[in-house]
């Protein structure tokens, strides 16, 4: 969990994503070169991987999907996640809980 890259920036959290779509099911699968990586059960089209991303995500913290937002890569399996209030710290201590589940 120490090597993912958390950046605080206006009241939100970005987190850096690598995709796998069209898996078995969607799920969090560990670190991946700083980034977290997360398996998709939808495809990357008409933006489904995008939009399940968030979904995802968004259980994890547990926030609304609408407080999610891809804003970097939403054509890449490399994207950068924005998570609207949601601080750094608190980003952190979630996924080191939910990572030592994987």
Do not use: W
């Amino acid at each position: 969990m120490a090597e993912l890259e958390l950046h605080e920036k206006e009241g939100s959290v970005l987190l850096q994503v690598r995709a796998q779509p069209r898996s078995s099911r969607s799920r969090l699968c560990g670190e991946y070169g700083g980034s977290l990586k997360i398996a998709l059960k939808a495809a990357p089209v008409d933006d489904a991987a995008n939009r399940e991303c968030c979904v995802l995500l968004g259980k994890v913290f547990g926030v609304p999907a609408s407080r999610l937002s891809v804003i970097a890569g939403r054509s890449s399996r490399n994207k950068t996640v924005r998570i609207e209030g949601l601080g750094a710290a608190d980003a952190a201590r979630i996924l080191g809980e939910e990572l030592a589940r994987v």
